[in-house]
T-cell receptor, first 113, second 114 residues
Framework: AQSVTQLDSQVPVFEEAPVELRCNYS??????LFWYVQYPNQGLQLLLK??????LVKGINGFEAEFNKSQTSFHLRKPSVHISDTAEYFC???????????FGGGTRVLVKP | NAGVMQNPRHLVRRRGQEARLRCSPM?????VYWYRQLPEEGLKFMVY????????ESGMPKERFSAEFPKEGPSILRIQQVVRGDSAAYFC????????????FGPGTRLLVL
């Protein structure tokens, strides 16, 4: 079975500052990794995913994440945040060639002016 | 190209009533997943279906919950005899396949049990 830990439940950050959201996972098999964003009262939107290949993955809205197999991490970063990035961010894994997603508990990002 | 559609968006039920949640996947998608988000928690997988088949129901509670995805029409998540602990947001996602294919999420149905 897989599990996902998002180490920070809330991250306050000032506008135009960088942000990093941490995600660690555990699995006995190869996994695919995902980051989703959820705006208030909405569904989840995919930011980026890692399936294979380059460990640095670029996504939408200026986000990127780096897969580190030895540390079993997939941290999400953005060099300069906007007010509109205020949302909850979820890290998720699935078995390679699998289907269901296992989510972390989420990290709430609050961007302050 | 419409996204994943869920209805109703909000549903209020009294304890003991039945709740029916509907999900229409994106056009061309034949894989549907249901997830539940309890207050202040992440999403938890419930069930994975393809047309007319339940592929994985390892996350479904053993009693009162059922799901279907008929040949025609939307996928239905049915909760019988609801209890207060069923209050949550229920999200449906669809994909065109497995193996890393992106799951696209609907806006969710927020169920409140009084």
């Amino acid at each position: 079975a897989q599990s996902v830990t998002q180490l920070d439940s809330q991250v306050p950050v000032f506008e135009e500052a960088p942000v990093e959201l941490r995600c660690n996972y555990s699995s006995s098999v190869s996994v695919y990794l995902f980051w989703y964003v959820q705006y208030p009262n909405q569904g989840l939107q995919l930011l980026l995913k890692y399936l294979s290949g380059s460990t640095l993955v670029k996504g939408i809205n200026g986000f990127e994440a780096e897969f580190n197999k030895s540390q079993t991490s997939f941290h999400l970063r953005k060099p300069s945040v906007h007010i509109s990035d205020t949302a909850e961010y979820f890290c998720a894994v699935s078995k390679a060639a699998g289907n269901k997603l296992t989510f972390g508990g989420g990290t709430r990002v609050l961007v302050k002016p | 190209n419409a996204g994943v559609m869920q209805n109703p968006r909000h549903l209020v039920r009294r304890r003991g009533q039945e709740a029916r949640l509907r999900c229409s996947p994106m056009k061309g998608h034949s894989h549907v997943y249901w997830y539940r988000q309890l207050p202040e928690e992440g999403l938890k997988f419930m069930v994975y279906l393809q047309k007319e088949n339940i592929i994985d129901e390892s996350g479904m509670p053993k009693e009162r919950f059922s799901a279907e995805f008929p040949k025609e029409g939307p996928s239905i998540l049915r909760i019988q005899q609801v209890v207060r602990g069923d209050s949550a947001a229920y999200f449906c996602a669809s994909s065109s396949g497995t193996g890393g294919e992106t799951q696209y999420f609907g806006p969710g149905t927020r169920l409140l049990v009084l």
